[in-house]
C-alpha cells in the first residue's frame, strides 16, 4: 500500500505513482460505487478524488492560518506525509508498515531532486512547471509520468539494495591501477579525441566516467570544468541505473568461474551459462519472468484486480531508450563568480556490455544564456523577498546582483534574443512595464507595488530558460548532439580499454572490498561503513545477496539479518543526528553498533568537536542527494576555522556483543584512520 502523489492547490493531479496493491484499493473503492453498465473511472479521476479533501484542507489551513500538517496518520495506520514546495502538493502514503515518516519524506525530496534534474529552473516557475508535468497531449503525458515513475522505482530498489544509496555517496571500485588507467585513458585519449572532433556539433565533453553497476570506475573532469556535486551524481547514477538496470544474476559471471580477483588477464577465460530453450522456459516455475514475444502464452491464474494494474501499467511503458539520443539534465554549476544551479548539459549513457555503462556529460552552445537567466531570477528573487519583508526604496537594492546591477545586462539579453522563435516579446513587455515602476520619477519606485512585477518577470525569464532548453527541435533544426559515429566510436575505445578486465570488474563490483582482509586485525567486526562527506565517498564491505552472488555472511538467514541490522542502524544514526548527537552506541541482543560523525583538517588533525545544529522533526532528510545536509554542516562547523580546510568524516560499526567497549573503541579509531590510507584507497 504505497502511493506519492504531486497535485496542484486545485486537486489537478501533476504526477502519480501507486505499487498494485493501492491502485487495486482504489479501484475496488471507486468501482463499488459505479452504476450497473457503467466501467470503472479513469484512475486519475479517482485517485483526484481520493486525495482532493487532503488537498483542499491544506490550501484552507495555509490561506486561513499560514500553516499547513506535514504528517498525520489514519485510523487503519496509514501514514500521509505531507510537503508544500510553491504551489505543488506533494503527499507520499504507506499502509503496510514498511516505510516509516522518514523514509517518506526521503522519498518526496528525492522526486523533487529528480525533476529538478529533469526540467531544471522551470520548477522555479510553478505555472510552467504544471505545464510540464501535466503535458495537455495524453500520450506525452503518460511517457512522462511512467518516466517518472520508473525513476522512482530504481531508486527504491537502490536504496533497498545498495549501501551507498542508503548512505548516499559514491562507491568507487577499489583496484588503484586500473583506475589510474581508466582516468588517464579518459583524458588523454577518449576526451581529448572527442573534444578534438568536428561531429561534436558545438558540445564539449566536461565530464566523463564509467559505472560497473552503481560503482564508479573512473571519473574524468577536464580542467574547465567545475566540479560535480554529489546529489547530481548519485541522480545521474539512478537515471543510469534506470535506462539500463542491473540484473546481477544475469549479467554477473559467477565468482567461480573469475579464478583471480587480482587482475583478468588474456589466459582468463569466462564461459557464459547456456540460454534457456524454449521447452526450459515453459517448464520453469519461475513466475516473474515474461514469455518472449511469439512464444507460446503462458496461463497462470491472477487477481483480476491486480492483473488490471498490471496492465494498466503497461499501457504507459516507455519504449527502450536510443543510446544516440542524449537527455537533456540540469547540474549545479561551481564557478569562481559563485553557483549556478541547474544549468544544461546533455547526458549521453552508452552501454558496454550488461552492468558496465560509459556516461558523458557535455556542455552546449547555449549554456550561458542559462548563467543570464539564473543571474536575473536571482536578482528578481532577492528583490521581492525583500519587498515583501517591508525593505523598500534603497533597503531594497541592497547587496550583490542588485536591480540597478543587472539593468543594462538585461536590456542587452533581450536585444540578443531578437525576434527569434524566443517569445521574447513578452518579456520585453514585462520588462518595460518593471522598469516603468521602479525607475519612473514619479511612478512608485522599490516599494511592495513591485511585488507582482517581480513575480511576472520571474515567470517570464523561466520561460526563456524553457523554450531554450526543454522544448523538442524542430524538423527543420540541425540536432545539437555528437554525432552517433562518434558516440559509436566512444564505445568502441572504451570496450577496448577494458575487454580484459570485463569479468572482473563485474565481479569486483560485488565484493568491492571484502570482511576477511580486515578481521584479523579487528576481531569481532562484522560490518563497517565509513563515508568521506567533503569528497561524498564511502567504503564498506558489500552486502549484497544474490542467488549466486553471495555475502561472506552466506545467503541464509543471518545475512538478511544482518543487512537489516544494518538498514535499521543508519535510520537510527541519521535521527540522533537531526536531534545534534555526533556519537552512538547501541547494544542490540548479540550486537554493539558504533557510530561516529566528526571533523578533520587537510593534515589529518582531528579537530574539536562542536555542537551539531538539532534540525525540526519536519526538516529536509539527512543526506547527500535530495539535499546535502553535509555542506550546510561542514559551512556551519568552518565558521570557528576560518582559514582551514575541514573535511567530515561518518564511520558506522557493527560488533559481536561479547567484545569489551573498549576494544571496540578502540578497534573503530584504528579503522578510521586505516581506511582512508593511500594504499587502500582508489585514486581520487
Known amino acids: 500500500m504505497k502511493c506519492l502523489l504531486i497535485a496542484s492547490e486545485?486537486?489537478?493531479?501533476?504526477?502519480?505513482?501507486?505499487?498494485?496493491?493501492?491502485?487495486?484499493?482504489?479501484?475496488?473503492?471507486?468501482?463499488?460505487?459505479?452504476?450497473?453498465?457503467?466501467?470503472?473511472?479513469?484512475?486519475?479521476?479517482?485517485?483526484?478524488?481520493?486525495?482532493?479533501?487532503?488537498?483542499?484542507?491544506?490550501?484552507?489551513?495555509?490561506?486561513?492560518?499560514?500553516?499547513?500538517?506535514?504528517?498525520?496518520?489514519?485510523?487503519?495506520?496509514?501514514?500521509?506525509?505531507?510537503?508544500?514546495?510553491?504551489?505543488?502538493?506533494?503527499?507520499?502514503?504507506?499502509?503496510?508498515?514498511?516505510e516509516e515518516e522518514g523514509d517518506l519524506r526521503r522519498k518526496i525530496y528525492v522526486m523533487k531532486k529528480m525533476i529538478e534534474v529533469m526540467f531544471g529552473m522551470v520548477t522555479l516557475s510553478s505555472n510552467l512547471l504544471r505545464k510540464e508535468l501535466r503535458p495537455q497531449d495524453t500520450e506525452q503525458r503518460a511517457r512522462l509520468w511512467k518516466l517518472l515513475q520508473s525513476l522512482l522505482e530504481t531508486y527504491s530498489r537502490l536504496r533497498e539494495n545498495d549501501q551507498s544509496f542508503l548512505v548516499e555517496a559514491v562507491e568507487r571500485?577499489?583496484?588503484?591501477?586500473?583506475?589510474?588507467?581508466?582516468?588517464?585513458?579518459?583524458?588523454r585519449r577518449l576526451v581529448q579525441q572527442l573534444n578534438s572532433s568536428v561531429e561534436r556539433a558545438g558540445e564539449e565533453v566536461m565530464h566523463a566516467f564509467i559505472l560497473v553497476h552503481t560503482k564508479l570506475l573512473a571519473f574524468y573532469s577536464s580542467r574547465n570544468a567545475s566540479t560535480l556535486a554529489t546529489s547530481d551524481l548519485l541522480?545521474?547514477?539512478?537515471?543510469?541505473?534506470?535506462?539500463?538496470p542491473s540484473n546481477t544474476d544475469q549479467d554477473d559471471p559467477n565468482p567461480e568461474d573469475v579464478e583471480s580477483t587480482s587482475g583478468s588477464?588474456?589466459?582468463?577465460?569466462?564461459?557464459?551459462?547456456?540460454?534457456?530453450?524454449?521447452?526450459?522456459?515453459?517448464?520453469?516455475?519461475v513466475s516473474g519472468d515474461k514469455p518472449a514475444r511469439g512464444s507460446a502464452p503462458v496461463f497462470e491464474f491472477v487477481d483480476p484486480d491486480v492483473q488490471m494494474a498490471e496492465d494498466s501499467l503497461q499501457t504507459l511503458e516507455v519504449p527502450p531508450p536510443d543510446p544516440s539520443t542524449p537527455r537533456r539534465v540540469f547540474?549545479?554549476?561551481?564557478?569562481?563568480?559563485?553557483?549556478?544551479?541547474?544549468?544544461?548539459?546533455?547526458?549521453?549513457?552508452?552501454?558496454?556490455?550488461?552492468?558496465?555503462?560509459?556516461?558523458?556529460?557535455?556542455?552546449?552552445?547555449?549554456?550561458?544564456?542559462?548563467?543570464?537567466?539564473?543571474t536575473f531570477l536571482e536578482a528578481f528573487a532577492k528583490l521581492e523577498k525583500r519587498l515583501s519583508e517591508g525593505q523598500e526604496g534603497s533597503a531594497a537594492t541592497r547587496g550583490q546582483r542588485t536591480i540597478h546591477e543587472v539593468r543594462s545586462k538585461l536590456d542587452k539579453f533581450i536585444k540578443a534574443l531578437g525576434p527569434s522563435e524566443i517569445q521574447s516579446g513578452q518579456l520585453q513587455k514585462d520588462w518595460t512595464d518593471f522598469k516603468n515602476l521602479a525607475f519612473t520619477r514619479g511612478g512608485p519606485g522599490f516599494s511592495r507595488e513591485l511585488i507582482p512585477s517581480c513575480k511576472k518577470m520571474k515567470?517570464?525569464?523561466?520561460?526563456?530558460?524553457?523554450?531554450?532548453?526543454?522544448?523538442?527541435?524542430?524538423?527543420?533544426?540541425?540536432?545539437?548532439?555528437?554525432?552517433?559515429?562518434?558516440?559509436?566510436?566512444?564505445?568502441?575505445?572504451v570496450r577496448e580499454k577494458l575487454m580484459d578486465w570485463k569479468d572482473f570488474l563485474l565481479v569486483k563490483s560485488k565484493r568491492n572490498i571484502t570482511m576477511v582482509s580486515y578481521l584479523e586485525d579487528f576481531p569481532g567486526l562484522i560490518h563497517f561503513i565509513c563515508v568521506d562527506r567533503s569528497t561524498g565517498q564511502m567504503i564498506a564491505p558489500s552486502l549484497n545477496l544474490t542467488e549466486r552472488n553471495t555475502s561472506e555472511l552466506g545467503t541464509g538467514p543471518l545475512a538478511l539479518f544482518i543487512k537489516s541490522k544494518v538498514w535499521g542502524l543508519v535510520n537510527t544514526t541519521r535521527r540522533?543526528?537531526?536531534?545534534?548527537?555526533?556519537?552512538?552506541?547501541?547494544?542490540?541482543?548479540?550486537?554493539?553498533?558504533?557510530?561516529?560523525?566528526?571533523?578533520?583538517?587537510?593534515?589529518?588533525?582531528?579537530?574539536?568537536?562542536?555542537?551539531?545544529?538539532?534540525?525540526?522533526?519536519?526538516?529536509?532528510?539527512?543526506?547527500?542527494?535530495?539535499?546535502?545536509?553535509?555542506?550546510?554542516?561542514?559551512?556551519y562547523y568552518s565558521k570557528n576555522h576560518q582559514g582551514e580546510v575541514v573535511k567530515c568524516y561518518e564511520l558506522l560499526t557493527v560488533h559481536l556483543g561479547v567484545i569489551p567497549a573498549e576494544i571496540i573503541l578502540q578497534h573503530c579509531r584504528q579503522l578510521a584512520s586505516k581506511l582512508w590510507e593511500p594504499s587502500r584507497n582508489p585514486l581520487l
Open 10 to 98: 486545485s486537486a489537478e493531479v501533476l504526477f502519480h505513482w501507486t505499487d498494485p496493491e493501492f491502485y487495486q484499493n482504489v479501484q475496488a473503492q471507486y468501482g463499488a460505487s459505479q452504476e450497473d453498465g457503467q466501467g470503472l473511472p479513469a484512475f486519475e479521476d479517482s485517485i483526484s478524488t481520493l486525495f482532493a479533501p487532503i488537498i483542499i484542507s491544506c490550501s484552507t489551513m495555509v490561506d486561513r492560518l499560514g500553516d499547513s500538517y506535514t504528517s498525520f496518520t489514519t485510523e487503519n495506520n496509514h501514514i500521509y506525509v505531507l510537503h508544500q514546495f510553491d504551489e505543488c502538493l506533494y503527499i507520499a502514503v504507506n499502509g503496510d508498515g514498511e
Open 576 to 635: 540522533y543526528l537531526q536531534k545534534g548527537y555526533s556519537t552512538v552506541t547501541l547494544r542490540d541482543g548479540d550486537f554493539y553498533f558504533c557510530y561516529f560523525l566528526w571533523f578533520e583538517n587537510e593534515s589529518g588533525f582531528k579537530l574539536e568537536a562542536g555542537d551539531i545544529p538539532i534540525l525540526p522533526d519536519d526538516s529536509a532528510p539527512i543526506g547527500m542527494l535530495a539535499w546535502d545536509y553535509y555542506r550546510k554542516l561542514l559551512r
Open 331 to 374: 547540474l549545479d554549476v561551481s564557478l569562481k563568480d559563485g553557483l549556478y544551479p541547474m544549468m544544461p548539459h546533455s547526458m549521453y549513457c552508452l552501454p558496454l556490455w550488461p552492468g558496465i555503462t560509459l556516461v558523458l556529460l557535455t556542455k552546449i552552445p547555449t549554456s550561458a544564456v542559462a548563467m543570464s537567466v539564473y
Open 235 to 244: 541522480a545521474l547514477i539512478i537515471m543510469a541505473q534506470n535506462m539500463y
Open 173 to 187: 571500485l577499489i583496484h588503484p591501477t586500473l583506475c589510474e588507467q581508466c582516468i588517464e585513458f579518459l583524458e
Open 459 to 493: 515567470t517570464q525569464l523561466c520561460g526563456v530558460y524553457r523554450q531554450c532548453f526543454l522544448l523538442e527541435p524542430g524538423p527543420s533544426d540541425i540536432p545539437q548532439r555528437l554525432s552517433p559515429g562518434l558516440q559509436e566510436r566512444a564505445q568502441t575505445m
Open 265 to 285: 588477464g588474456p589466459e582468463s577465460f569466462y564461459t557464459p551459462e547456456p540460454s534457456p530453450t524454449d521447452r526450459d522456459s515453459s517448464s520453469s516455475g
